[in-house]
């Protein structure tokens, strides 16, 4: 139950981490899962390419595809929209944050 719950709060923290990062460069899905492995998220494939669709339909990102070593890659950057998002989202983490720490 708890894991449930927790992967629920995590889900928003993993979809900023996703803005942030396309922000800076277009990225791939297994670069993004090996990414977020690092700060501790164990995502699946089944988990982030639902995530990434939903992302992309609602306007955050959008999708590149690129042919590398014979295979079409998919990349995803931001989009205006998910920029705007991404600098609100920031801005309410950052209260919540400041608050809740100690």
Same mark, same amino acid.
């Given at each position: 139950?708890?894991?449930?719950? =927790?992967? #629920?709060?995590? !889900? &928003?923290?993993?979809?900023?981490?996703? =803005?942030?990062?396309?922000? /800076?460069?277009?990225? +791939? &899905? @297994?670069?993004?899962?090996?990414? !977020?492995?690092?700060? &501790? +998220?164990?995502? @699946? *494939?089944?988990?982030? +390419? *639902? !995530? %990434?669709? @939903?992302?992309? @339909?609602?306007?955050? =990102?959008? /999708?590149?595809? /690129? !042919?590398?070593?014979?295979?079409?890659?998919?990349?995803? #950057?931001?989009?205006?929209? &998910?920029?705007?998002? =991404?600098?609100?989202?920031?801005?309410?983490?950052?209260? %919540?944050? #400041?608050?809740?720490?100690?």
């Amino acid at each position: 139950m708890q894991d449930k719950i =927790l992967r #629920k709060f995590f !889900l &928003g923290f993993i979809q900023i981490h996703i =803005l942030h990062h396309a922000k /800076k460069d277009p990225f +791939y &899905g @297994s670069w993004m899962i090996e990414e !977020l492995s690092e700060h &501790g +998220y164990d995502m @699946s *494939p089944g988990t982030l +390419y *639902p !995530l %990434l669709h @939903s992302m992309e @339909s609602t306007g955050l =990102l959008e /999708k590149d595809e /690129k !042919l590398v070593d014979g295979k079409i890659r998919k990349y995803y #950057k931001i989009t205006d929209q &998910g920029v705007e998002v =991404l600098d609100e989202a920031r801005k309410k983490a950052y209260e %919540l944050f #400041k608050e809740i720490k100690d």
